[in-house]
Structures are given as C-alpha cells and as structure tokens.
C-alpha cells in the first residue's frame, strides 16, 4: 500500500520562504512521478509542480513559476518544495501527489495535506 506524508507547512511572512517535503513508501514508488497542489478555501485544487522520477524533468503551474522549486531527494522516494517570495495568495492546503510512469498526473495517491499560511 502507498503512503504519502508531507510535512514542513506552517505560518510565513509575505515574502518569505518554506520548504515542504513528500515522503511516499510503497512497491516502486522510487520510479514515480512526484507532483504537488493546493487548495484554497472556496477554490479548485490546483496544480502547483510536478518532477518526473529521475528528477531531470519538472514543470510548475503558472502562479508560481519562477518563485517555487521541485526536487527530489537522493533515495528518489522523497520529495521537496522549496517556496520563496511567498505572497498572501500562497495561502491553501498543499498536497502530494504520486504515481506511475505510466500514468499523467493527477494520480490516484494523494498525501493528507499540509497547511502553509502568508500573513504578516
């Protein structure tokens, strides 16, 4: 059975940075995609960034282009999202996503969520 853990969410001022790690245990899962979303109150999941299982291909949502990070740690079932220049907007419930190769994300197994907070 695949689990997923995130970790490292919290409360940030605008401008600041977090980075949040994916810890996924299972058969494989070291060969998977990696990806994360978010969720705002009152809002769509939204796509935030994807790696792919060798970490030489990553792609990012829009809104956060340029300013957020994906990686994937050196046992490859790790992965991280290092956030900078974080605004207000940032704000939502950010959840780890992770599948085969042979699928597209969004995949079938999602973590619990971890809430990060841009207030000053």
């Known amino acids: 059975q695949v689990q997923l853990v995130e970790s490292g969410g919290g409360l940030v001022q605008p401008g600041g940075s977090l980075r949040l790690s994916c810890a996924v245990s299972?058969?494989?899962?070291?060969?998977?995609?990696m990806g994360w979303f978010r969720q705002a109150p009152g809002k769509d999941r939204e796509f935030v960034a994807h790696?792919?299982?060798?970490?030489?291909?990553?792609y990012y949502g829009e809104s956060v282009e340029g300013r957020f990070t994906i990686s994937r740690g050196s046992t490859k079932n790790t992965a991280y999202l290092q956030m900078n220049s974080l605004k207000p907007e940032d704000t939502a419930v950010y959840y780890c996503?992770?599948?085969?190769?042979?699928?597209?994300?969004?995949?079938?197994?999602w973590g619990r969520g971890t809430q990060v907070t841009v207030s000053s």
């Open positions: 790696i792919n299982w060798s970490g030489g291909s990553t």
């Open positions: 299972g058969p494989t899962s070291n060969s998977w995609g």
């Open positions: 996503n992770a599948g085969p190769p042979s699928e597209l994300p969004p995949y079938d197994d």
